[in-house]
């Protein structure tokens, strides 16, 4: 059973602070790891793919990537309450395949 | 970034209905189309695959006679659910791909479906 572990939280960090997300997953053949952010009532809004070991960084925003110890975490830099949002871990263990959710870890930033 | 639209947005029903929901990719073609279901405080589990001009394929535990899957055209997959019961009652949400190389989905806005 192909598995993606995250904490359901709640995480909550006071506004520019760093946000801290972390997620785990079960098959070690992983190729591509995505993080979304979901806003109550609406779907998922992709914020960062990663492939290969190591840091991405977009903006505000650092996915970091271990496949050895099969984890992926997402880093939100000077957190803002617009942040606020349930955020979903996503693997596909299949090029082309299923994207397998975690359960997400819903962030709330405090003004 | 690629665009992909849901109709209805919201859709009340009645008990022993059915309810069709439409998935377009308004700018690209589909090679693969994917259907979510999402209950309260839930993450997405995928109910089937859609490839277009070929059946779909289901998920376990998923009906496939109650979830009616077509996908016609490179741009449009529709989910049928029939004969709808209040634990149907749910946010429905489709995604698509552009090529089986690549990875990135795009999400759909989600169709919320209330079954009375």
């Known amino acids: 059973q192909k598995e993606v572990e995250q904490n359901s939280g709640p995480l909550s960090v006071p506004e520019g602070a760093i946000a801290s997300l972390n997620c785990t997953y079960s098959?070690?053949?992983?190729?591509?790891f995505f993080w979304y952010r979901q806003y109550s009532g609406k779907s998922p809004e992709l914020i960062m793919s990663?492939?290969?070991?190591g840091d991405k960084e977009d903006g505000r925003f650092t996915a970091q990537l271990n496949k050895a110890s099969q984890y992926v975490s997402l880093l939100i830099r000077d957190s803002q309450p617009s942040d606020s949002a349930t955020y979903l871990c996503?693997?596909?263990?299949?090029?082309?395949?299923?994207?397998?959710f975690g359960q997400g870890t819903e962030l709330s930033v405090k003004p | 970034g690629a665009v992909v639209s849901q109709h209805p947005s919201r859709v009340i029903c009645k008990s022993g209905t059915s309810v069709k929901i439409e998935c377009r990719s308004l700018?690209?073609?589909?090679?693969?189309m994917f259907w979510y279901r999402q209950f309260p405080k839930q993450s997405l589990m995928l109910m089937a695959t859609?490839?277009?001009?070929?059946?779909?394929?289901?998920e376990q535990g998923v009906e496939k006679d109650k979830f009616l899957i077509n996908h016609a055209s490179l741009t449009l997959s529709t989910l049928t659910v029939t004969s709808a019961h209040p634990e149907d009652s749910s946010f429905y949400i489709c995604?698509?791909?552009?090529?089986?190389?690549?990875?990135?989905?795009?999400f759909g806005p989600g169709t919320r479906l209330t079954v009375l």
């Open positions: 995604s698509a791909i552009s090529s089986p190389s690549y990875n990135e989905q795009f």
């Open positions: 098959d070690r053949v992983s190729q591509s």
């Open positions: 990663i492939y290969s070991n």
């Open positions: 996503a693997v596909i263990f299949n090029q082309g395949g299923k994207l397998i």
């Open positions: 700018d690209f073609q589909a090679t693969t």
């Open positions: 859609s490839n277009e001009g070929s059946k779909a394929t289901y």
